[in-house]
């Protein structure tokens, strides 16, 4: 799985930062899975459009919706540019 294309979406008045991903596969839950990396993964499959969250305790958000390929990323204030780094670099290794 890797990042075709990233766009920011907003600053946040907490100085957060809200990236838009777009991945080259589209998710179901398997693939899902592997962002269990960055936290715990909570995914509510009987909504509408299967819904997916992941928190850490660094403050990282990644939000999306199983059957889709595009999630958002809310980067905290503290660490952020480590964090994006990070998250980016893991998706992007060769």
Known sequence: MKI???QKIEDCF???VIYEYIFDVVWDYKKLL???HFGELEYYKDFPRPFFRILNS???NIKG???GNSCRVIFPKK???ILK???ES???KD
């Open 90 to 92: 893991f998706f992007n």
């Open 79 to 81: 660490d952020r540019i």
């Open 85 to 87: 780094d990070s998250f």
């Open 4 to 6: 075709v294309s990233s």
């Open 65 to 67: 919706v199983g059957g």
């Open 14 to 16: 907490d100085g957060s």
């Open 58 to 60: 660094s403050g990282l």
């Open 34 to 36: 592997v962002f269990k």
